[in-house]
């Protein structure tokens, strides 16, 4: 016989086997009579059987069904991870210069002579550098990394919604986190976000934990995980600290005057934790660090509030290579509260979105209105809506509306939100199944469901037609049951909520495997089979008269009619504005467009690397070790490509966009002179760079004044040899640097000429 604590008071209804709630929504305490000495936890004494049954206050399903799904996400995230590659070759050339430099490591270079970094703190790169220093430099060692990161945000998401709704709601929370598309996609990818988004969960969990018993310790750990996500991806990781902060002011169990001082706390431990590396990168001598990429003026502060600050909001982003020049449109689609429904936005992460606002809306209703009536939720799940609520909102809210640089792989960030949501509601709901209202909600919920799933799949209409009647069908039954399920038995009313379950995700599971199934490289990269227009988040204005093409996004580039490159996915979607909410005009993907007007291109060597040739990797490795670098070219996918294939340090000329002011031709003919670098690779495949910064400038001096070199499909130029004595003259010896400035930095502190050799 099992006995319950007098003020754990039994639900009106329950998940089978799922512990007895007390005031703050936790499990209660351990039955009496099954201590851990008697009846069936006997057996499972010993660390195996902890871990096999985790907390006695858990049902015994709790913790195998916790590993079973940590075991899944594993398998679905490492599955065939090395046909990606090098996946973005932009960050997998900084982790490979990291494992030859620490100071590459530390500044996150781009090459490990430390011209430049790469257009992020480099608190994401820290991880993958580490496992190639590790286990040498392969697809794995640069990916597993981010599986992990996967892997652990599952787990973490799991805890913290359990720990107020019981595993049966963590278990589904993290099932959906975990197969949501774009999370499935930048888990086996080396792009910053998977890092951000586990240190987001981390942070909501922290807070939520300050918020159950009011210690400081759980605010300060949360600041931690913010100013280690600012290391990640600057002020995006500062994105939902308005929202938690104004609730722990709020809601905290402790006075006033404490919650402002812990906020503080909290406060002075996020600017700490962010803080000491930006103030060494800012008070070192810029003539000894590398360019910080992606800025105009060689600062860190400037690139955190200019382009990946506040010109991201605004579209201001000077060095972009396109924007969305605010007012709600442009090069970015247009904005607006639909936006992430869009052709190019909605397969990645808005299946469950209308189902997540629904069930928020319904839980802060039981909150509040509860209470009037006396069936409120306990403090702890107040708390977590509010909290899971505030993320979700303030995350849609500003990629909704920012105009600047927005790719669909952002939305990663929601996916942990939009499972804490449906999983919490869901369950609270069910629980209050017998309620009218409650079984209403829930199959307007189921309803809603699956009838944008039919929509979403609609927009790829040509692969798996079968799927979106299925999910329509099993949708709309499932409703029709939950409306019924206080009449129904017991088996049935399980088999109308599996029912509801498996039609909810049956179109994310289908796009997963596509995503999973699909290698996946360059700089913008979209999950599940094509649909509308391809986001590859440029504007190019062509020359008047002349088209231009766009191409699916991740893929490998091919060659369409006219010699234009094109995409291997077609997008279904073609006409003006491309189905991608407003976006360029243009054909469908893959197709050719036709007259003036800006023009949504992929650009080979701008968003993706390219294949190096046999006999360029030999030219560029020969004699390597007697320079700084090996090669310089244009762009920082060019130059990731040379880097990665020969291993040796490749200059990337303007930095990622080719805009940047890094370096200056006087500077670069200094270091030719020096006898720095020794050939330039022509960037035949950048036709996307602005003609901004110095790369034209040095493109046309260095083709100008020294010997052509074919290696393979390759042209290269060595430095080493000049045309002619008079090209000598001019060039090969070079005037010293003049000492003009770009964006008033000093020719000799732009990376070309402030590294003398590669750093051990």
Known sequence: MTTHHPDAPMPPTRLPGEPRHGRTGRPGPVPAADGP??????????????????????????????????????????????????????????????????????????????????DKPPGALWPMALSVRLFGLSSWSVLVPEALMGVATVGVLYAAVKRHFGPAAGLLAGAICALTPVAVLMFRFNNPDALLCLLMVCAVYCVLRGLDDGRTRWLVLAGVCFGLG?????????????????????????????R?????????????????????????????????????????????????????????????????????????????FDRLF??????????????????????????????????????????????????????????????????????????????????????????RRSSRA???????????????????????????????WSVLIGGVAAALALLLVARLGRRLAWWAAGAGIAASLGGPVAYVFNTVGTPHGGSIVTAG?????????????????TGGVFFGAGQKPKKA???????????????????????????GAGGERRGKGPVLVGVGGLLDGQDIDPKAKAAVKADADDYTWALATVGSQNAASYQLASGKPVMSIGGFNGSDPSPTLEAFKEAVRQGKIHYFAEAERLGGQRQEGYGPAITSWVKANFEKVKAGKSTLYDLTKPKSQKGSGQGASGQKASGQKASGQKASGQGASGQGAKEK
């Open 561 to 587: 009619p006219g010699g234009q490159q094109a995409g291997q996915q077609g997008g279904s979607q073609g006409g003006p504005q491309g189905g991608a909410q407003g976006g360029p005009q243009g054909g």
């Open 342 to 431: 869009g052709s190019d936005m909605g397969g990645q992460i808005a299946w469950l979105l209308p189902a997540a606002f629904i069930l928020l809306v319904a839980g802060v209703w039981l909150a509040w209105r509860g209470r009037r009536k006396g069936t409120a939720l306990p403090s702890g799940q107040r708390a977590a809506f509010l909290a899971w609520g505030g993320a979700l909102v303030m995350t849609f809210l500003t990629f909704s509306f920012m105009s600047g640089i927005f790719h669909q792989y952002y939305n990663v960030a929601l996916a942990p939100y939009i499972g804490a949501l449906v999983a919490m509601g869901t369950v609270v709901l069910w629980r």
């Open 260 to 336: 402002l001082a812990q906020l503080l706390w909290a406060g002075l431990a996020m600017l700490v934790s962010a803080g000491w590396w930006v103030a060494i990168v800012e008070l070192w001598p810029k003539s000894s660090r590398p360019y910080i990429g992606g800025s105009q003026d060689n600062s860190f502060l400037g690139l955190t509030f200019g382009y990946n600050g506040f010109g991201r909001i605004t579209g201001d982003e000077s060095g972009s290579v396109g924007g969305g020049r605010g007012g709600g449109g442009g090069g970015w689609g247009l904005t607006g």
């Open 438 to 468: 409650a079984a209403v909600v829930l199959s307007v919920t189921a309803a809603v469901t699956a009838g944008w799933s039919y929509v979403l799949l609609g927009r790829t209409a040509h692969w798996l037609p079968w799927l979106r």
């Open 230 to 258: 600012f290391l990640t991806k600057t002020l995006q990781a500062w994105l939902i600290v308005p929202p938690l902060a104004l609730l722990y002011a709020l809601c905290a169990p402790v006075r006033m005057r404490t």
């Open 37 to 118: 000495d008697s009846g069936p936890y006997a057996r499972l004494r010993g660390l195996p059987g902890r871990v096999w049954r985790g907390s006695l206050e858990d049902p015994a399903w709790a913790r195998p069904g916790l590993l079973a799904l940590l075991a899944v996400t594993a398998v679905l995230y490492v599955w065939d991870l090395g046909a990606s590659g090098y996946a973005n070759q932009f960050y997998s050339a900084a982790v490979q210069a990291a494992s030859e430099s620490w100071k590459a490591m530390f500044f996150g270079s781009s090459d490990a002579a430390n011209s430049i970094t790469v």
């Open 529 to 545: 089979p094509a649909s509308g227009m391809p986001g590859m988040g440029m504007v190019i204005r062509g020359k008047k008269g």
